[in-house]
């Protein structure tokens, strides 16, 4: 199936443009980047404050589980946030270049108004990038729909943030599904579990991740 596809596509190589039909044809988003080496200090926690980390965080079988409450407190006393708990990938130097996040994520029917990944960090507002789940689909922020139907079942998200330029690429299962121009450089780090939305959000809220990769293109 997918051979035939390729092969009319491949037919039509000088009609289009080369970059999209090498996409269509399997080209994986981590095709040219570098795998940037991590250690568990790259995986700082964030939870509510007034919690211990194991009554919102598990990592067992190199399956992060991260999970919060509605009425949760925020992260820090003086924050006035909403309840998270996030794997912050901290001390990458990501200020500049091409930079792209990797992991296989988990989002159980029932969570939603959830973030599970972002970008946080931007020349304009807080963050580059929000990735949420409403009712089981992925949204840019509460607008632009990225993939639907993602309910109890591991799909693969790669975003990669290309700073020079100024674009982020969205990526569930290796197939392109979202492109946005970022908000200008800043103090940028990628992040998931799960963080409330202002508004909409299911009382209890959890994801997942496993193989989390940073990658760098040099
Ligand atoms: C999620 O749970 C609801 C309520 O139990 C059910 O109606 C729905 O079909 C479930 N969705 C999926 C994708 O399993
Ligand atoms: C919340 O959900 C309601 C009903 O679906 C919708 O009209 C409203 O725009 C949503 N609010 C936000 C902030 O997403």
């Known amino acids: 199936m997918r051979g035939s596809y390729c092969y009319t596509l491949l037919s039509l190589v000088f009609l289009g443009s080369l970059k999209d ?3 269509l044809c399997g080209a994986d988003p981590i ?3 570098t795998d940037v080496p991590l250690t568990e200090y790259n995986f700082e926690l964030q939870k509510p404050y007034d919690v211990p980390l194991e009554e919102r965080y598990s990592f067992v079988n190199g399956v992060r589980r991260l999970w919060v409450y509605a009425d949760d407190k925020p992260h820090d006393p003086n924050s006035q946030t909403q309840p998270r708990t996030e794997v912050r ?5 990501y200020s500049s270049g091409i930079w792209q996040f990797e992991g296989y994520g988990f989002v159980p029917n029932g969570t939603s108004g959830a973030t599970v990944a972002q970008i946080h960090g931007a020349a304009k507002g807080a963050t ?3 990735l949420r789940i409403y009712n089981g689909d992925m949204r840019y922020y509460s607008r632009d729909l990225v993939a639907t139907n993602l309910y109890d079942k591991w799909f693969r998200l ?5 700073v020079d330029v100024g674009s982020v690429t969205v990526f ?6 979202f492109r946005v121009k970022d908000q200008g450089p800043g103090d940028l780090y990628f992040k998931c579990g799960v963080y409330a939305a202002p508004a ?10 496993k193989d989390i990769k940073i990658y760098k293109k040099y």
Do not use: A, C, P
């Open 21 to 23: 039909i090498i996409q």
């Open 31 to 33: 095709d040219g980047f």
């Open 89 to 93: 990938m901290r001390g990458l130097d």
């Open 128 to 130: 580059t990038i929000i």
């Open 158 to 162: 790669n975003i990669i943030h290309d």
């Open 172 to 177: 569930i299962d290796g197939v392109q599904k």
């Open 200 to 209: 909409n959000i299911s009382y209890y809220m959890e994801s997942r991740w």
